[in-house]
């Protein structure tokens, strides 16, 4: 297993997200299972020729050739998650700061997960996504994946209605060493 982990080069993505990390596996007999742990980051995975199952407390990915793209958001979650990796892989996870996914998607994450679940597949029928997808699997070199991944994140960024009160309350709320009323937060 190749793991490779880099960070946004542009600015404005530097602000909303805390890195990428490229993973590829070359044996059918892959396997791997690791816990991921509640935390304030986002994790947004576009794997190439794979399938899941998704659970409230799992997530499973294994290769499959019959399967050109999979995108899957990784659901906010309260306990640790266990995720199992089989086969022959190809992914990049995206991960976002808090907040941060929803300056890339058109509806606010909440909206995708109503109810919250663990973990959320969603289509790959994003903004010229094909063509994106096809471009960025099919270059030679990790640092033109990165180009071509950064340019269309910021071919999608939009900003946030109310980024700044956005900004304050989560402020508020990551302060652990102050207790803040609600009345406080949502003023």
């Known amino acids: 297993m190749d793991v490779q982990t880099f960070y946004p080069e542009n600015p404005l993505l530097q602000e909303w997200i805390a890195y990428y990390y490229f993973l590829k596996t070359d044996s059918p007999d892959?396997?791997?299972?690791?816990?991921?742990?509640?935390?304030?980051?986002?994790?947004?995975?576009?794997?190439?020729?794979?399938?899941?199952?998704?659970?409230?407390?799992?997530?499973?990915?294994?290769?499959?050739?019959?399967?050109?793209?999979?995108?899957?958001?990784?659901?906010?979650?309260?306990?640790?998650?266990?995720?199992?990796?089989?086969?022959?892989?190809?992914?990049?996870?995206?991960?976002?700061?808090?907040?941060?996914?929803?300056?890339?998607?058109?509806?606010?994450?909440?909206?995708?997960?109503?109810?919250?679940?663990?973990?959320?597949?969603?289509?790959?029928?994003?903004?010229?996504a094909d063509r994106f997808l096809d471009s960025f699997y099919q270059a030679e070199n990790k640092q033109t994946k990165i180009q071509l991944l950064e340019a269309y994140l910021l071919s999608c960024y939009q900003p946030v209605k109310d980024e700044a009160i956005l900004q304050q309350a989560l402020c508020l709320l990551a302060d652990f060493d102050k207790e803040h009323s609600v009345e406080e937060i949502r003023s």
């Not at 407390?57 to 995108?71: C, F, I, K, N, R």
């Not at 994450?109 to 679940?117: A, D, I, K, M």
């Open 30 to 128: 892959f396997a791997n299972s690791y816990y991921v742990f509640p935390n304030t980051l986002q994790a947004f995975n576009i794997h190439r020729f794979a399938r899941c199952a998704i659970s409230s407390h799992s997530t499973a990915v294994w290769g499959d050739q019959t399967h050109p793209y999979l995108l899957i958001v990784q659901g906010n979650h309260e306990v640790p998650l266990l995720v199992h990796l089989r086969g022959m892989l190809d992914k990049v996870t995206i991960v976002f700061k808090p907040l941060g996914i929803n300056h890339f998607i058109k509806n606010p994450y909440l909206l995708f997960c109503q109810p919250l679940p663990k973990s959320l597949l969603i289509g790959t029928k994003m903004k010229s």
